[in-house]
């Protein structure tokens, strides 16, 4: 059994409230690479960190990252 694939949309609703990936940074407590790796996909973020993004972007942690079922 595979591991399903996890896709995020943190870059769209960033960009939809105009918050910069720096400020999203600062306020979460990370630096601006490790949101640019994650809005990427590359990175995968802690439960707590998927919760500080998901409060600081005013939405549901699973209205922001999605288990795609393969």
Do not use: H, W
């Amino acid at each position: 059994m595979t591991d399903p694939k996890c896709t995020n949309r943190v870059r769209d609703v960033r960009n939809e409230l105009g918050i910069t990936q720096g400020t999203l940074a600062e306020r979460v407590g990370v630096s601006r690479q490790s949101i640019n790796y994650i809005e990427q996909g590359t990175y995968s973020p802690s439960v707590t960190l998927a919760l500080r993004i998901a409060k600081v972007l005013g939405e549901r942690v699973d209205n922001i990252f999605i288990l795609e079922d393969e």
